[in-house]
C-alpha cells in the first residue's frame, strides 16, 4: 500500500475517532443559521424583503455578505488544491478573482443599483421589448446559477466524505442531497433577509478559520515566506518550474490558449454574475452600492492573498500523492493542511481538521442560498410575473413562484452535483465566469451605455453568448476524454480548451453588436435618456 494511501486512511481515521466532535461543530453552524433564517422569514412580509433585504443593509454589511457570497468552495478548496498541485498557475485563479472585482466596481455597481428594481432583467427591459428580454435574461441567470452550485455541490460532496469517512458513490450522493435540501430551506424561508446573515456570518468565519491556518503556516517556517516557498517546490517533486509559470499553462499552445481563456472568463465574468448583481439591490442607494464593493474588495483581497500560504503550505506539508489520493482535483488540501498542521495522530490535528472543514461547509451553504436565491428570483420576477402573467401577479403569488422555482432549481443541482463529484471546485466555477461573461456582462454594457442598442441585439447576445459558451464546455474536455473529466470513461470532446471564455466572450459581444445593426428596430432615444441620468444620478431609482 502506498504511503499517500495510507496517509489519507490514517486522515479519515483520525476523523472517524473524532466524528462525534466533527457533526457537533456542523450540527451547530446548521442549527444556527436555521434559526436566523427563521427569524428573518418572519420579516420578509413584502417582494421588496424577499427579494432584496428590504434596502436595509448598510454598505459594510453588504460588502461582508459580498464576499461571503463571492468566497466560494472554489476560493477555500479549489484554489488550495490549485495551488499545491500546480503552484504558480494554481495561484493564478486567486489573481483573476480578485482583479475582476475592478471592473464590477467600475463598470457596474452604481449604475445597476441606480437602473434596477430586483434582477439583472429589469435593467436590460427598462428601454427594450419587456417579454422577449426578460425571457433571455431569466434563462442566462439560471444557466449560469447552475453552473456555480455544481461546484458547491462537488465542494461539500468532496469534503464531508473526507471528514465520515464516506467512500461510496451513493453516500457522496446522499451528501450532495442534504446540502440541497438545506439551500432550499434557506432561500424557501430567509429569502435576500435570511441569505444575506448567512452569507455575514459565514464570511467572518471564513476569514477567521483562514487567518487561523495562514498563522500556523507561517509560524512551522518561521515566518519566511521564501522558506515556505522553496519547501513546497522541494516536496512538490517539481523542483523550481513549480515557482514558474507553465506548470498547468504552459506545457503546450493548447494549454497557453487555455490560460489566457481562463484569464478573460475570470476577470470579465464577475460582473456578470447574477447572485453578485442582485446583492447590489439590498443597499438604500448607489454610494452604499460603490462603498459595499470597496469594502468587499478589501476583504477578499486580504483573503486571495492568504491563500498563498494555503496552497503553498499544503504544498510543503503534504505529498502531492497524498492530495491527489484524497481527490483527484485537490479539493481537499485545505482540510489536509488543517490536518496536518495539528498533527496527523493528534486531537488537536482533529480538532483543526474539523474546524476548517465546518467553515468549508458553511461557505458552501451560504454561497448556494446565494445562487439559487438569484436564479429563482429571476425565474419568479422576470419570466412568471412579467412574461407569464405579463405584469398582473400579485407580490404575494411572485414570491410563492420564487419558493416553487428554488424547489425546482434544488432539484437540478442535486442531480448534477451529483455528476460533478470529482472535479475541480475552482475550474467548475470559472466555467460558471465564461458563461457570465459571455451571455450577462455584453448585454449589460451594451445596454448601459450604447444608445443604439436594440431588442434583438440583446437576444442575440445573450443566447448567442450562452449557447456558445454551454456548447463548448459539453464538448470540452471538462464533461469528456480526461480522467478528471465528468465522464471520464468516454470521449466526444472536439473543443480542445477546458474553458471556452477566449471563444465565447467575443462571440457575445460581436452578436449583440451584429444583432443591433441588422434589427429594423428603432431604439427609444426618451428611454435611453431616462436610463442614462437614473443609472449615473440615481434619480427614480427604487
Keep these: 500500500m502506498s504511503p499517500a494511501i495510507t496517509q489519507v486512511q490514517l486522515a479519515a481515521g483520525e476523523a472517524s475517532e473524532h466524528r462525534p466532535l466533527i457533526i457537533s461543530l456542523f450540527a451547530v453552524f446548521v442549527v444556527a443559521t436555521l434559526v436566523i433564517t427563521v427569524w428573518a422569514g418572519r420579516q420578509t412580509k413584502s417582494a421588496a424583503d424577499f427579494y432584496a433585504g428590504g434596502r436595509q443593509f448598510s454598505a459594510f454589511q453588504n460588502g461582508l455578505a459580498v464576499s461571503g457570497d463571492y468566497m466560494s468552495a472554489a476560493s477555500f478548496l479549489g484554489i488550495a488544491g490549485a495551488i499545491a498541485l500546480f503552484g504558480y498557475d494554481g495561484f493564478l485563479y486567486s489573481i483573476g478573482f480578485l482583479v475582476a472585482w475592478l471592473v464590477a466596481l467600475l463598470l457596474v455597481a452604481e449604475p445597476l443599483r441606480n437602473s434596477g428594481r430586483y434582477t439583472m432583467g429589469d435593467v436590460l427591459a427598462y428601454r427594450m421589448r419587456q417579454r422577449p428580454v426578460r425571457t433571455a435574461a431569466g434563462a442566462s441567470t439560471i444557466v449560469v446559477s447552475i453552473f456555480y452550485l455544481l461546484a458547491q455541490m462537488a465542494g461539500a460532496g468532496v469534503l464531508v466524505s473526507l471528514l465520515l469517512g464516506i467512500t461510496s458513490d451513493g453516500g457522496k450522493v446522499a451528501i450532495v442531497a442534504l446540502v440541497g435540501v438545506l439551500m432550499i430551506v434557506y432561500v424557501t424561508i430567509g429569502g435576500m433577509k435570511g441569505t444575506t446573515w448567512v452569507q455575514m456570518i459565514k464570511a467572518v468565519l471564513l476569514i ?43 506545457a503546450t499552445s493548447t494549454s497557453k490558449l487555455d490560460f489566457i481563456s481562463l484569464g478573460i472568463a ?5 460582473a456578470g454574475l447574477p447572485h453578485i448583481l442582485i446583492r447590489f439591490y439590498t443597499v ?140 475541480n471546485v475552482a475550474g467548475l466555477v470559472a466555467l460558471a465566469f465564461a458563461v457570465a461573461a459571455s451571455a450577462n456582462l455584453p448585454t449589460i454594457l451594451y445596454s448601459l451605455f450604447w444608445k443604439r442598442f436594440t431588442t434583438r441585439g440583446a437576444l442575440w447576445s ?53 444583432g443591433t445593426l441588422v434589427s429594423k428596430e428603432e431604439p427609444d432615444a426618451g428611454k435611453y435618456a431616462e436610463l442614462e441620468v437614473r443609472s449615473l444620478t440615481g434619480t427614480g431609482a427604487h
Design 284 to 423: 438604500p442607494d448607489s454610494k452604499a452600492a460603490r462603498k459595499s464593493v470597496n469594502w468587499a474588495i478589501g476583504i477578499i483581497g486580504g483573503f486571495y492573498l492568504m491563500t498563498i500560504a494555503l496552497g503553498f503550505g499544503a504544498a510543503a506539508l503534504i505529498k502531492p500523492e497524498e492530495i491527489i489520493a484524497s481527490n483527484k482535483a485537490g479539493n481537499t488540501a485545505a482540510p489536509l493542511l488543517a490536518l496536518h498542521l495539528g498533527g496527523v495522530d493528534s486531537t488537536w490535528g482533529a480538532i483543526l481538521l474539523a474546524t476548517i472543514s465546518a467553515v468549508a461547509f458553511a461557505t458552501i451553504l451560504a454561497v448556494v442560498a446565494g445562487l439559487t436565491l438569484a436564479s429563482s428570483s429571476s425565474f419568479a420576477h422576470d419570466i412568471y410575473a412579467n412574461v407569464i402573467r405579463k405584469g398582473t401577479a400579485t407580490e404575494k403569488e411572485e414570491v410563492r413562484a420564487a419558493r416553487y422555482a428554488t424547489i425546482a432549481i434544488g432539484v437540478v443541482s442535486i442531480g448534477l452535483g451529483a455528476l460533478a463529484r470529482d472535479l
Design 266 to 270: 475570470l476577470v470579465l465574468g464577475t
Design 462 to 514: 445573450i443566447y448567442g453568448g450562452l449557447v456558445t459558451a454551454v456548447g463548448l464546455v459539453l464538448f470540452s474536455p471538462v464533461v469528456s476524454g480526461k480522467p478528471t473529466s465528468m465522464f471520464p470513461d468516454v470521449d466526444f470532446h472536439w473543443f480542445p480548451l477546458e474553458n471556452p471564455g477566449l471563444i465565447s466572450i467575443p462571440v457575445g459581444f460581436l452578436l449583440g453588436w451584429i
Design 208 to 250: 477567521g478559520g483562514t487567518i487561523l491556518i495562514t498563522f500556523l503556516v507561517l509560524l512551522k517556517f518561521n515566518f519566511n515566506v521564501s522558506d515556505l516557498l522553496g519547501s513546497a517546490a522541494d516536496n512538490s517533486g517539481k523542483g523550481k518550474s513549480f515557482l514558474e509559470p507553465g506548470l498547468k499553462y504552459g
